[in-house]
């Protein structure tokens, strides 16, 4: 069985950074792309961003590039989220996930099979 755990949550004042982790067992991710979402309280949860199996292809959402860079580390079967520059409408909580499908690279929601918990994000104005 697989199991996704975010760590690095927590309670940051705007302008500032925190950098997620999200560490899997179960299942070997270098053969996987893996994805970061949130959900804002009252809101669909959203994709933030994705990285492809060997880590050489990054997506985006918009309101998220040049701010948060998604990594992974294979040998430790970690994908980490850093996010700079943090905004009040950034608090959600964030969930990582992993693709269904080996080798294959998307934000669309339905095409993750296995998620984590989810870690809070708090940005204080």
């Known amino acids: 069985q697989v199991h996704l755990v975010e760590s690095g949550g927590g309670l940051v004042q705007a302008g500032g950074s925190l950098r997620l982790s999200c560490a899997a067992s179960g299942r070997t991710i270098s053969n996987y792309a893996m994805g970061w979402f949130r959900q804002a309280p009252g809101k669909e949860r959203e994709f933030v961003a994705a990285i492809s199996w060997g880590g050489g292809t990054t997506n985006y959402a918009d309101s998220m590039k040049g701010r948060f860079t998604i990594s992974r580390d294979n040998a430790k079967n970690t994908v980490y989220l850093q996010m700079n520059s943090l905004k009040p409408e950034d608090t959600a909580v964030y969930y990582c996930?992993?693709?269904?499908?080996?080798?294959?690279?998307?934000?669309?929601?339905?095409?993750?099979?296995?998620w984590g918990q989810g870690t809070q994000v708090t940005v204080s104005s």
């Open positions: 996930a992993s693709v269904s499908e080996r080798f294959r690279l998307t934000m669309n929601i339905l095409d993750y099979d296995y």
